[in-house]
T-cell receptor, first 113, second 110 residues
Framework: EAQVTQNPRYLITVTGKKLTVTCSQN?????MSWYRQDPGLGLRQIYY???????DKGDVPEGYKVSRKEKRNFPLILESPSPNQTSLYFC????????????FGDGTRLSIL | RKEVEQDPGPFNVPEGATVAFNCTYS??????FFWYRQDCRKEPKLLMS???SGNEDGRFTAQLNRASQYISLLIRDSKLSDSATYLC???????????FGRGTSLIVHP
């Protein structure tokens, strides 16, 4: 089954404790991206990757890191999480570039205390 | 001016009604347009792409008006299960960053 898999689905943690949210897709998609969704603000792109070893900032990259060492994986890293990063996070992928429709993972709900 | 704007609603309609949403975009060079559906706290799912000539999928019709820079979604014979938030997405125009509207909430009641 074609899918985008995120882990964990839910996480409650404390300020400053490094965490990684994993994202994996099995569709051989070149383009992958991370979004956060907050009430009243909609979906905002954090980082995106056009292909392996190619990543770029989205609209709200501060406080986040990503890597794309393999085509299928695109982890989101919060080196020193803060409460304002409490949000619902989605990973997405598409075949090529940002012009194709995206497939989204189930989402990760992060709470930073 | 926001790049992609949607009326947040909610649109509250009875079953069987026809409802239409619009989404305006500011970048005239935009190339790809989509409608997504998002249920509460769930991931967005592609509803349909929007083509220049307009396209239909069952009860759903999407249209693009490049001159006025908006896309529309028409839902006929609304079902209770259509209750969700509908997001428009605009891509291209020199950027690989797709721009999401903030969504329009639809509530279909018995």
């Amino acid at each position: 089954e074609a899918q985008v898999t995120q882990n964990p689905r839910y996480l409650i943690t404390v300020t400053g404790k490094k965490l990684t949210v994993t994202c994996s897709q099995n569709m051989n998609h070149e383009y992958m991206s991370w979004y956060r969704q907050d009430p009243g603000l909609g979906l905002r792109q954090i980082y995106y990757s056009m292909n392996v070893e190619v990543t770029d900032k989205g609209d709200v990259p501060e406080g986040y890191k990503v890597s794309r060492k393999e085509k299928r994986n695109f982890p989101l890293i919060l080196e020193s999480p803060s409460p304002n990063q409490t949000s619902l996070y989605f990973c997405a992928s598409s075949l090529t570039g940002g012009l194709q429709p995206q497939h989204f993972g189930d989402g990760t709900r992060l709470s930073i205390l | 001016r926001k790049e992609v704007e949607q009326d947040p609603g909610p649109f509250n309609v009875p079953e069987g009604a026809t409802v239409a949403f619009n989404c305006t975009y500011s970048n005239s060079a935009s190339q790809s347009f989509f409608w997504y559906r998002q249920d509460c706290r769930k991931e967005p799912k592609l509803l349909m792409s929007v083509y220049s000539s307009g396209n239909e999928d069952g009860r759903f019709t999407a249209q693009l008006n490049r001159a006025s820079q908006y896309i529309s979604l028409l839902i006929r014979d609304s079902k209770l299960s259509d209750s969700a938030t509908y997001l428009c997405v605009v891509n291209g125009g020199g950027s690989y960053i797709p721009t999401f509207g903030r969504g329009t909430s639809l509530i279909v009641h018995p």
